[in-house]
């Protein structure tokens, strides 16, 4: 997949679905520093509705996970 159509498909992809928070979103922030599960969510609000992350903590490990192993 092209550069473009992975922005694209970003910023159309909810990683946390109780606050619509995009991947696009949750990988910014892990690019200006969040390191970590609990500093994506304090900066995002991710994981903070009706779930408490039952659905969104997995993905936002695995987005953490990617931006390590690009370092």
């Known amino acids: 997949m092209d550069e473009l159509s992975q ?3 970003d910023k159309l992809t909810k990683t ?3 606050n619509g928070i995009t991947r696009a979103t949750i990988k910014k ?3 200006e520093g969040a390191d970590s599960l609990e500093k994506v969510k ?3 609000k991710a994981g903070s509705g ?4 039952n659905r969104c ?3 936002i490990i695995e ?3 990617q931006d390590q192993d690009n370092d």
Request: proline residues 0%; aromatic residues 4%; hydrophobic residues 25%.
């Open 7 to 9: 922005e694209i498909k």
């Open 16 to 18: 946390c679905l109780c």
């Open 29 to 31: 922030t892990i690019k």
């Open 42 to 44: 304090h900066s995002t």
């Open 50 to 53: 009706t779930c408490k992350g």
């Open 57 to 59: 903590d997995y993905k």
């Open 63 to 65: 987005l953490l996970k």
